[in-house]
Nanobody
Framework: QVQLVESGGAPVQAGGSLRLSCAAS????????MGWFRQAPGKEREFVAAMSRTGIPTKYADSVKDRFFISTDNSQSTLYLQMNSLRPEDTAIYSC????????????????WGQGTQVTVSS
């Protein structure tokens, strides 16, 4: 069992930055994948970014590439999402997720999910 708790969501103006955190506890493996997804009002949940706990590889959605950066702390138990140059279309609930084995996927095929944290970007 893995527990995930996100934090860091807030209202922000367009062009601003935020850093989201996801504290993970429970049994994971070095090749466990940790990822971020988001769901905007009226839309389906979509992939944002993911990485192996080893740090390699990483993968980003085209819509956030070069603006968002995923990372972990030294213990690989806290996942971060640094979000720069935020746009109103980035407004969503952001959730972290863990896929114990099987490698990075952009689908929703992850084993554990957090409750999410709200990011609201105003123009």
């Amino acid at each position: 069992q893995v527990q995930l708790v996100e934090s860091g969501g807030a209202p922000v103006q367009a062009g601003g930055s935020l850093r989201l955190s996801c504290a993970a506890s429970g049994r994971m493996y070095m090749r466990t994948v940790m990822g971020w997804f988001r769901q905007a009002p009226g839309k389906e949940r979509e992939f944002v970014a993911a990485m192996s706990r080893t740090g390699i590889p990483t993968k980003y959605a085209d819509s956030v590439k070069d603006r968002f950066f995923i990372s972990t702390d030294n213990s690989q138990s806290t996942l971060y999402l640094q979000m720069n140059s935020l746009r109103p279309e980035d407004t969503a609930i952001y959730s972290c997720a863990v896929r114990l084995l099987g490698g990075i996927t952009t689908t929703l095929d992850y084993d554990y999910w957090g409750q999410g944290t709200q990011v609201t970007v105003s123009s």
